[in-house]
């Protein structure tokens, strides 16, 4: 482990220099507004410069290559629905427009007398329309280059938290058939290696895991409908489609097609039938 992300409940300043000095682990949190610090940064932030966070648009949920083409026109014309509706909606309330986010870099504070190590700060300041801005601030013992990319280390502590979530309450991790730590710790390790593959699979096929899925919702995106054969030969292997497979084989010569329907025939039978009874008794 290289960064904790905390929330501010774990403000310690000896407990995050412990894990800096003697851990090696760099600890990400936010501060608490009644910190001697906060008001030493935000006093220093007056006279630094802010750089803006840009805002990216949200990309569009990718359209399925298997999707059918009548429900591709169905899905626009929906889209087009409600475009129309969102275009008739009244003006929001300015006080919840965000206009821009800014963050300042603050390096080396030394100031806080419970921490035995340098404190770097990020302050954050939200502009809406109305004119009025919200602050908040991350400090940090890790050596921070681009505030934008310690901000960003710290949103993700929304998914983290949510993964938490789902093992705890859907995976049993707490549900234990014994007394033995090894079993226990044999079980709560496979189930998480189990859940990070898993995680793994979903990152692999749609890019971007969604983070609150159950693991019955995880079952149906994983339940790929997709046969493959895959034919060995020597060194060498080739993967193709159940229904291309099927067309090669009844284009071989007759010869050939005799030959490939014996093989397929062995397979069959050694799928379908029990194992034999290697050692007998």
Same mark, same amino acid.
């Given at each position: 482990?290289?960064?904790?992300?905390?929330?501010?409940?774990?403000?310690?300043?000896?407990?995050?220099?412990?894990?800096?000095?003697?851990?090696?682990?760099?600890?990400?949190?936010?501060?608490?507004?009644?910190?001697?610090?906060?008001?030493?940064?935000?006093?220093?932030?007056?006279?630094?410069?802010?750089?803006?966070?840009?805002?990216?648009?949200?990309?569009?949920?990718?359209?399925?290559?298997?999707?059918?083409?009548?429900?591709?026109?169905?899905?626009?014309?929906?889209?087009?629905?409600?475009?129309?509706?969102?275009?008739?909606?009244?003006?929001?309330?300015?006080?919840?427009?965000?206009?821009?986010?800014?963050?300042?870099?603050?390096?080396?504070?030394?100031?806080?007398?419970?921490?035995?190590?340098?404190?770097?700060?990020?302050?954050?300041?939200?502009?809406?329309?109305?004119?009025?801005?919200?602050?908040?601030?991350?400090?940090?013992?890790?050596?921070?280059?681009?505030?934008?990319?310690?901000?960003?280390?710290?949103?993700?502590?929304?998914?983290?938290?949510?993964?938490?979530?789902?093992?705890?309450?859907?995976?049993?991790?707490?549900?234990?058939?014994?007394?033995?730590?090894? =079993? +226990?710790?044999? /079980?709560? *390790?496979? &189930?998480?290696?189990?859940?990070?593959?898993? $995680?793994?699979? !979903?990152?692999?096929?749609?890019?971007?895991?969604?983070?609150?899925?159950?693991?019955?919702?995880?079952?149906?995106?994983? =339940? +790929?409908?997709? /046969?493959? *054969?895959? &034919?060995?030969?020597?060194?060498?292997?080739? $993967?193709?489609? !159940?229904?291309?497979?099927?067309?090669?084989?009844?284009?071989?010569?007759?010869?050939?097609?005799?030959?490939?329907?014996?093989?397929?025939?062995?397979?069959?039978?050694?799928?379908?039938?029990?194992?034999?009874?290697?050692?007998?008794?």
């Amino acid at each position: 482990m290289k960064l904790l992300i905390l929330d501010r409940g774990f403000v310690d300043g000896k407990r995050i220099s412990y894990c800096k000095e003697k851990l090696g682990v760099d600890v990400l949190l936010p501060m608490k507004k009644n910190m001697n610090i906060w008001e030493d940064a935000w006093a220093l932030g007056q006279q630094a410069s802010w750089k803006s966070v840009p805002q990216t648009p949200t990309p569009p949920n990718p359209v399925p290559h298997q999707r059918p083409d009548h429900i591709r026109r169905r899905e626009a014309k929906r889209q087009q629905t409600l475009a129309k509706k969102k275009s008739q909606l009244p003006a929001p309330d300015p006080s919840e427009v965000l206009l821009e986010t800014q963050v300042c870099l603050i390096k080396g504070f030394e100031s806080w007398p419970a921490a035995s190590v340098p404190i770097h700060v990020v302050l954050c300041r939200e502009n809406y329309a109305d004119g009025h801005q919200n602050k908040w601030a991350l400090m940090t013992t890790q050596e921070v280059v681009d505030p934008l990319k310690t901000r960003e280390n710290y949103l993700r502590r929304v998914d983290i938290e949510e993964r938490h979530r789902l093992l705890k309450c859907f995976y049993d991790l707490a549900k234990f058939g014994s007394r033995s730590l090894n =079993a +226990i710790l044999a /079980q709560v *390790v496979f &189930i998480l290696l189990s859940f990070t593959l898993r $995680q793994w699979q !979903l990152w692999k096929l749609f890019e971007e895991p969604p983070a609150g899925l159950s693991p019955k919702r995880i079952d149906r995106k994983l =339940a +790929i409908h997709d /046969q493959q *054969v895959v &034919i060995y030969y020597k060194l060498a292997y080739t $993967q193709m489609p !159940l229904v291309t497979f099927t067309r090669e084989l009844l284009q071989l010569e007759p010869k050939a097609r005799a030959k490939a329907l014996i093989k397929v025939k062995e397979l069959e039978q050694s799928l379908l039938c029990p194992m034999e009874n290697i050692r007998p008794p």
